[in-house]
């Protein structure tokens, strides 16, 4: 992912509602079952690390990407925004910007 797609993305999920929280039960099979469900119905999420976790918010950012297959877009404090296209290109509803191709003069 480019930083411009991953900055183009950081501006959709800054208007976004963490639909996940975190706490002290950290990432378990359910909670990577119901990413998994939401990533391929919404694409990008958002999600909130309760204080009550002991986990790392980058850890955990990254543990839930390796199992959903998906990428991590931000981790800012205790929040966390994933993002992985939907399978079905139908069904994509996020069309990443392109990257840009300089020509040298």
Known sequence: MTSKQRSYLKGLAMTMDPIFQIGKSSVTP???????????????????????CLDDGRSIAEVLAERTRSEVVQVIGKKIVLYRPAKDEAKRKIVLPKESKRTAQ
């Open 30 to 52: 359910e909670l990577t079952a119901a990413v998994e469900e939401a990533l391929e119905a919404r694409e990008l999420i958002k999600l909130t690390v309760l204080k009550n």
